[in-house]
């Protein structure tokens, strides 16, 4: 099944505004994970644990085929990532967003198919709803906005 490419487009910017916003405060994760936990505990919130955890684990299920690092990393029946020990730095953007990886990191693949799938089971608008309840402060409108912040 393939991911619109304003799915990958968005996946990168959230986290972009992640990584933006940890450089003001102290980075205890990684921006991949802090966007998967926005997006946990949103979705979990709106429609429950199980829909997440089901969702989650087909998004990683369809992640692992763009990007095999993935293969260690399982979803917890909470929704929550398990396995991400020695490999929690390497779902970070960075080796994607330099041209190194063109098939895609594993972080940017998982959230890039998590996107995809709330966009087919929820649309649009409800998908654009909940991203700005998880991201207040973000604009997913305004494609030139710098980092995907307000201005």
């Known amino acids: 099944m393939a991911t619109p490419p304003q799915m990958r487009e968005l996946a990168h910017r959230l986290l972009a505004y992640e990584a933006a916003a940890s450089k003001t405060s102290e980075p205890v994760e990684s921006a991949t994970l802090r966007v998967y936990e926005k997006l946990r505990q949103c979705l979990s919130a709106f429609a429950g644990v199980a829909a997440f955890e089901s969702l989650a684990f087909r998004a990683l299920t369809q992640a692992k085929s763009d990007a095999p690092d993935l293969w260690a990393i399982q979803i917890a029946e909470d929704g929550s990532l398990q396995g991400l020990g020695k ?57 030139s906005a710098e980092n995907g912040r307000k201005s």
Do not use: V, Y
Not at 109 to 121: D, E, M, S, V, Y
Not at 126 to 143: E, I, K, V
């Open 87 to 143: 490999f929690g730095p390497q779902l970070d953007t960075d080796e994607d967003q330099a041209g190194e990886n063109p098939a895609g990191g594993g972080g940017i693949a998982l959230i890039t198919r998590l996107l995809g799938l709330l966009l087919i089971f929820l649309g649009k608008a409800l998908t654009m709803s909940l991203l700005r309840n998880a991201w207040p402060g973000a604009t997913f409108d305004d494609h």
